[in-house]
């Protein structure tokens, strides 16, 4: 919820030196071209000149973030309340289009109450063009940063503040689509308070964070190194990690009750815990952006030894009574798979769920169709991938999360169309065949790895939950192998191949 701290707000120059390298920024900038104006209108530009000390409503350069090469685009809510007309536009889209075509990654601060209205209409528009100079930079494959400062309102957060790669606020950043004053004015009430304030954003799904000026360059640093990583000065590529010993691991011999047994055992790592001692660095992100933040999913850029990758996976429920993975988790998935393919980074997925949400909330909310559209997505992703059966992985909330172009396995992770008590159910009309349905439909590795759906097996030794630090560092070294492996393939290869690794799965 809001911050009680006052907080006093940067203006433009201040942000880009708390930000940037000390003596690193250059700026862009040249004058600013205005529209027609009217007398009126000039005296308005002259006054907020002179009291800002800026030329325009936003400032563009490039300065290093930690000794790397970042673009940037910063407003100064000083001038016209950071509004955006004629000028300012063509000054972000210029910004905009050289960090592109410098193959630079962009940061945007904007602190705007939107659209300048002194120039009205044609203003408004420009708005589009920013939004296409956006698209393009991020469709060449290039990281697009927002920092949302206060305010941020109308036009500007209805275009360009909102469509980072990551999106950030600062605390207490009043950010939202119709300004207070306006609601007020049009409506002769006030606005609800604590809608639109950053925090309230972050609990609802629809930011990624909320960060402190003092703490965006480290995020921005650790968000570059994952997004676009750097390769080695000598040759110029990154270094291919070495064969892992769990190349020659094979399954565990046990029968398959006993596999789902120890997957079930509370105490077994999970995601969140692989993220933790297996990963080099990972940076959670935060629901769809659309107003959606469901606890069943994890979302986070991850990078495991000197690979990065996208990574999206079931959370393990931290109570007994939470509810399963709801169609909002998908949803947010798909936020995922758009972000690997458009940064061109690897998909890691991760499976281990007890089962999808049954509820009339999951099947109002178009549950079925959610896993649909995930298996669409990630059998034609144009992205290399690596899925990971991590433990249980009940029902079309796993399989929703499972094509990929190799698939590791935990070895007592197991995979079925129900958990087995469910299938005992059907068959028998009791729980008590479960064991041995979970035999006869081949759930566990040993028949996963025989039927082709499992490249590679992590042997747990012979429990993960027994030695989870030790067990997610072997997991880790698996997935950089694999994310490895996938990387050089060309993206049309990949996707064929793919395609028939599981139109051929259980034979012709």
């Known amino acids: 919820m809001p911050t009680t701290e006052k907080v006093r707000h940067l203006r433009a120059a201040e942000l880009i030196d708390a930000v940037v390298d000390q003596d690193s920024f250059v700026s862009w900038d040249t004058p600013p071209h205005q529209p027609a104006l009217s007398e009126e209108y000039a005296r308005d530009l002259a006054k907020a000149r002179e009291r800002s000390g800026a030329d325009e409503s936003v400032l563009t350069g490039t300065g290093l973030i930690r000794g790397r090469r970042v673009a940037l685009i910063v407003s100064e809510f000083s001038f016209l309340a950071g509004s955006i007309g004629h000028a300012a536009a063509q000054r972000i889209v210029a910004a905009v289009e050289r960090a592109t075509s410098e193959g630079l990654p962009l940061l945007a601060g904007p602190a705007s109450g939107g659209t300048r209205m002194q120039e009205g209409t044609p203003a408004f528009l420009s708005m589009v063009k920013i939004t296409g100079a956006v698209r393009a930079h991020r469709q060449a494959g290039l990281p697009y940063l927002v920092y949302l400062r206060h305010p941020t309102t109308g036009g500007v957060m209805a275009s360009w503040g909102s469509l980072g790669h990551i999106n950030v606020a600062e605390p207490g950043a ?29 609990n609802k799904g629809l930011i990624d964070g909320v960060v402190k000026p003092e703490e965006l360059a480290e995020l921005v640093a650790r968000a570059l190194d994952i997004l676009a990583p750097r390769r080695e000065a000598a040759s110029g590529t990154v270094v291919r990690p070495a064969a892992p010993a769990t190349l020659a691991v094979r399954p565990a011999p046990v029968d398959a009750w006993t596999s789902i047994g120890i997957s079930r055992r509370p105490r077994r790592p999970d995601l969140r815990q692989l993220l933790k001692f297996g990963a080099s660095d990972a940076l959670p992100l935060n629901g769809t952006g659309q107003g959606e933040k469901d606890p069943g999913l994890l979302l986070a850029l991850a990078r495991f030894g000197s690979r990065s990758c996208i990574v999206l996976g079931h959370a393990r429920p931290l109570r007994k009574d939470a509810a399963g993975m709801g169609p909002g988790s998908l949803r947010e998935a798909r936020r995922g798979m758009k972000l690997a393919e458009e940064l061109r980074l690897p998909l890691l997925t991760v499976i281990d769920t007890a089962g999808a949400a049954l509820s009339q909330e999951a099947e109002e909310g178009g549950l079925a169709g959610e896993i649909a559209r995930s298996l669409y997505e990630l059998i034609g992703l144009e992205s290399p991938s690596v899925s990971v059966l991590l433990g249980q992985g009940a029902g079309g909330g796993a399989l929703a999360l499972l094509p990929a172009d190799r698939t590791i396995a935990a070895q007592h992770s197991w995979l079925s169309p129900l958990p087995p008590e469910g299938a005992s159910a059907i068959v028998h009309r009791t729980t008590a065949f ?24 992590v042997d747990e030794r012979d429990d993960a939950s027994l030695e989870p630090r030790e067990f997610c560092a072997r997991m880790a070294r698996a997935i950089e192998y694999e994310l490895a492996s996938v990387a050089d393939i060309p993206v049309a290869g990949l996707v064929g191949a793919r395609f028939r690794k599981y139109r051929n799965l259980g034979g012709n």
């Open 174 to 202: 009043l950010l939202g689509f119709l300004g207070p004053r306006v609601f007020e004015a049009l409506h002769g009430e006030s606005f609800p308070d604590n809608v639109q304030v950053a925090e309230n954003l972050f």
């Open 434 to 457: 479960a064991p041995a349905m979970a035999q006869a439909q081949g759930v566990n590795v040993a028949a996963l790895y025989a039927n082709g759906l499992v490249d590679h097996i």
